[in-house]
């Protein structure tokens, strides 16, 4: 054989082809844990490139920023350039036959400008439209290889590089940011073992069982296809034609109908995988798995007539809210849980099936453990590089965590790779640096639009001899699926217990507080008035009557119908009486932040007690409130001691939702003139309606009283929210209105109809 191989012509760059090594040639085999990787003498794809270096991650070693450096773009101290790198001389003219005339088809550079200007757009999400996003890490706290063999979730303190991107599901790219809507939030986890995707929402159940209905789903929520109306609004007559008619929507149709769908802001709501995954073990042992992502901000919403005026006044209100959290270094952050049980203890739940997505595990079943923290650090560069060409996909997996069966999530197993082959134009998406793992990518796959690897060798398919059988099959190493044993009858169908849709909505309700019922009721109301066909408002009423007599009566009372009949339900599956879940409350969760980052209102006109103002703001500064200064145009503001106050911001610019709370400031002379704004009055009024707490000093009663602000609350009670010192009492006063900040607001001022 020595013989032959020097027989033979050599080429020593390529020793697989030329050499000894192509007369004992590699089948597709599995490479054994203890067998080195071909080394570069023997393998020319291990050959290092002066261009690319050898192959060791580099690019990825810092792996919290690292792996996008490559592509960043910073133009500071540099000279324009056309695409090819060609300075530009004069970026403001095309070039013209006489400075009158006719622009010059040779002109290169104004039609590649044009040119890319025309390209700019991709289509957006066909659901999710509109979002923000961000970077951070994901800190794993105990050692859970007991259930699951993923890297991320097996050493305590490990951090995991991760993208999160929150948005809408029914509105547009451009769509205001508080609709009543379910908020995506999805997470990307760079893991050392590849990329694996938490596509999740904010809500834990879904609007239908089965993948086969989400298309009609979706065409039933987005605008009419004849006039497109409405715009992020489920508030219409196809959505609630569909919803009547499919019934397995009950339950979700409480959580979007609640305070959940109108969070106050991305930091502040919780996050959940909705389906039943598995986590597999080394030793191939599997135990169902349910994700929580829980906010330390605490859980909190706006209320609708805020979540109306905060679209008009700030469309971007979430988005800038995160933006700017993360920018002051406020950086929010979420708790991961897990709700863990066996495929036994799922069979023993016996009154809903663990792979239907209209059903939550209560947490009284069992508990939620947390195992690991996820903190957003990390402004996006560039939106639409980061933001916008992120592609999720449930498909995303590491070994150890795998699928269930749930219908729902089998489909989407095919839809997130197949819409973002049209969203970002071909199969090599994963290249986009924001897509790209920090694992190493090595496979046969080749070419396609806009490749970016620059693949080595003549080799693009296994099993193979001349490159040594590289990539080998990673075998144990591997993902591979888990092993369940399956057997049935190919049918289309559902399982029994899909069937029962009501017992999880009554659950729900059950568990609401009674602000938060009445805010359902007006949800409905709200929805349903502006639905156009009364039979359609009707079937939905009919539905509620399955849920709770005295929902259904306060909505049938606001249309202005009689109760209807309940809806018949599909089959005999009684509906099953769930204790009470608190967990299910908004209150559940306060939050352990404080007032960090509540935004607060500090009046001011002329003749503010400038002195004290300033004491008042540094006072909330310090605690971490972002305190404004609010006037009725800016400048400086006459004082009577001392240097005069600047006007940060106008009551026009800033409406009272963009405010948590409100602080009157100190001076007889300010506040008179701010009781004679009737803009003032209306801000100071729905700083009341929407139950924020309001601290006023002195004379500043007077524009409670211009307001008709009532200083007790409907019981006659004194209101919790509201603060009324003069100078002596204004520090406990000052402690107290912090208190109220952080526990956000007052419900108990509310009536139906609103007294305010
Ligand atoms: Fe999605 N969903 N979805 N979804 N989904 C998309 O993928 C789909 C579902 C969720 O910030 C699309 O890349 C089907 C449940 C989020 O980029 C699309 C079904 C949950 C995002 C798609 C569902 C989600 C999407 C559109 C039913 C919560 C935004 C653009 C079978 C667990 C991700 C895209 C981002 C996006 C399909 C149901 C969450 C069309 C077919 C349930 C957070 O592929």
Redesign the pocket.
């Known amino acids: 054989d020595a013989e032959l191989a020097a027989a033979m012509p050599y080429n020593e760059t390529k020793p697989l082809e030329y050499g000894a090594a192509a007369l004992t040639p590699h089948q597709g085999e599995v490479r054994r844990p203890d067998t080195p990787l071909a080394t570069a003498s023997t393998t020319t794809e291990d050959i290092a490139s002066r261009k690319v270096g050898d192959g060791t991650p580099g690019i990825g070693a810092d792996p919290l920023a690292g792996p996008l450096d490559r592509v960043r773009v910073d133009d500071s101290g540099r000279e324009l350039t056309t695409n090819q790198g060609v300075k530009v001389a004069d970026n403001q003219h095309s070039l013209k036959i006489g400075l009158r005339g006719p622009t010059a088809m040779e002109d290169f550079i104004l039609r590649e400008k044009i040119t890319h200007f025309d390209h700019e757009r991709i289509p957006e999400?066909?659901?999710?439209a509109r979002?923000a996003g961000a970077h951070g890490y994901f800190e794993n706290y105990h050692d859970l290889s007991s259930i699951t063999r993923a890297g991320l979730f097996c050493k305590p303190g490990k951090r995991t590089p991760v993208f999160v991107?929150f948005?809408t599901v029914a509105g547009s790219r451009g769509s205001a940011d508080t609709a009543r809507d379910v908020r995506?939030?999805?997470t990307k986890f760079y893991t050392e073992e590849g990329v694996f995707d938490l596509?999740?929402?904010n809500i834990p159940v879904?609007f239908?069982q089965d993948?086969m209905k989400?298309p009609d789903l979706i065409h039933a929520v987005k605008p009419e296809p004849n006039n497109e109306i409405p715009q992020a609004s489920s508030a219409h007559d196809t959505f609630y034609d569909f919803a009547g008619l499919s019934p397995e929507i009950f339950h979700m149709l409480m959580w979007v109908l609640s305070d959940r769908a109108i969070p106050r802001s991305f930091r502040t709501m919780q996050g959940?995988?909705?389906?039943t995954f598995r986590l597999v073990n080394a030793k191939g042992e599997s135990h169902f798995v349910k994700f929580h992502w829980t906010p330390l901000q605490g859980t909190h919403s706006l209320v609708w007539d805020e979540a109306v005026k905060v679209a008009g006044a700030d469309a971007d209100f979430h988005r800038r809210d995160l933006w700017e959290a993360i920018e002051s270094g406020n950086f929010p952050e979420w708790e991961l849980g897990l709700q863990v049980f066996t495929e036994a203890q799922a069979a023993a739940f016996r009154v809903f099936d663990v792979l239907d997505?209209t059903k939550i595990v209560p947490e009284e079943l069992v508990p939620v453990r947390p195992v690991g923290k996820l903190v957003l650090d990390r402004n996006p560069d560039n939106f639409f590089a980061e933001t916008e060409q992120?592609?999720?996909?449930i498909a995303h997996l590491v070994p150890g965590i795998d699928f269930s069966n749930d219908p729902?999530?089998q489909?989407?197993i095919h839809?997130?790779i197949?819409?973002?082959l049209s969203?970002l134009g071909g199969a090599n998406f994963h290249e986009i640096p924001i897509n790209g793992p920090v694992a190493q990518v090595h496979n046969n796959q080749r070419d396609g639009m806009h490749r970016q690897a620059i693949n080595r060798g003549r080799v693009a398919y296994e099993p193979n001899s001349l490159a040594g059988g590289c990539p080998f099959q990673a075998g144990a190493r591997g993902f591979a699926s888990w092993p369940e044993h399956v057997e049935g009858s190919k049918v289309r169908g559902k399982a029994e217990l899909f069937a029962e849709h009501y017992g999880q909505a009554r659950l729900f309700w059950n568990s609401q507080s009674p602000f938060e019922q009445q805010h359902i009721i007006d949800a409905f109301r709200f929805e349903l008035t502006r639905v156009q066909t009364p039979a359609v408002r009707e079937r939905i009423v009919a539905g509620l009557a399955n849920i709770n007599a005295r929902l259904a009566a306060a909505v049938a009372r606001g249309l202005g119908i009689p109760v209807p009949a309940p809806l018949p339900r599909v089959n005999d599956t009684p509906v099953p009486d769930y204790p009470p879940s608190p967990s299910l409350s908004l209150l559940f969760r306060p939050g352990r932040t404080g007032i960090r980052t509540r935004r607060v209102a500090l009046a001011a006109a002329e003749g503010v007690d400038a002195a004290g103002a300033r004491e008042l703001y540094a006072s909330l500064l310090r605690d971490g409130a972002q305190p404004r200064i609010v006037g009725q145009r800016l400048g400086e503001l006459s004082t009577a001691s001392g240097r005069p106050l600047d006007v940060e911001v106008s009551f026009e610019a800033t409406p009272s939702v963009m405010y948590d709370g409100l602080v009157v400031g100190p001076g007889d002379a300010s506040a008179a003139a701010l009781a004679r704004d009737g803009r003032v009055l209306e801000f100071v009024r729905d700083q009341y309606r929407h139950g924020k707490p309001i601290l006023v000093i002195g004379a500043g009663r007077q524009l409670l009283a211009a307001a008709v602000i009532p200083l007790a609350l409907p019981d006659g009670s004194p209101d919790p929210g509201l603060f009324l010192a003069d100078e002596a009492g204004l520090a406990a006063a000052l402690a107290a209105f912090k208190a109220a900040l952080a526990r956000h607001r007052t419900w108990a001022r509310e009536t139906d109809p609103p007294r305010v």
């Open positions: 999400r066909v659901v999710h979002g991107r948005s995506g939030f999805a596509v999740g929402n879904f239908i993948a989400f959940f995988g909705v389906h997505a992120v592609a999720f996909c729902l999530m489909g989407r839809s997130y197949d819409t973002q969203r």
